[in-house]
């Protein structure tokens, strides 16, 4: 994927990535498996924010990158981990760029589930295309806004990462 084509953002809040957190918090409130009174919930933690910043890559020659940001956070009794970077080709308003962002959901395993089953849905239109994509495989969901130009990959890592490359 050619970073040129991609639009910063923060200007473009397409409708693919709305669906997306909407189904993330959906699922993060408990949507999916129940538990019995007396079954114990082994929730693993999340990796901490500080040890993921580093897989987050410098520039690309000719490009600047914002300083890496993260948090881990406790979440209704289990913790969450975010990554994330974005890049410029240059200054000014209507420059190439891309922004990387890594989610440690291995606390919440129906968050995966649930997510990776709506990348199950591939469909095209005039204003663009949404598709399921396996790289190196991984399973992952690949969509493209054609008036924006704004191309967002997200990819299922170890069953635990959500790589999303804007």
Known sequence: MKPSG??????????????????????????GTSYGQNEPLLVPD??????????LPDAPQGWTADKPEGSTEDVGGFRLTNVHRDYRKSEGDNVPT?????????????????TTA????????????????TIDGNPGFEAFEKESKHATLWVMIANRYFLQIE
Do not use: M
């Open 6 to 31: 991609l639009v910063y953002q923060q200007q473009c809040c397409s409708a693919a990535r709305a669906g997306f957190f909407a189904l993330a918090l959906l699922a993060s409130f408990g949507v």
């Open 46 to 55: 999340a990796v901490d924010y500080e040890k993921l910043l580093p897989i």
């Open 98 to 114: 891309a922004a990387i962002s890594i989610l440690d959901s291995v606390a919440n395993p129906d968050y995966v589930s649930a």
């Open 118 to 133: 709506a990348w199950n849905n591939n469909s095209e239109t005039s204003e663009g295309y949404s598709k399921s994509v």
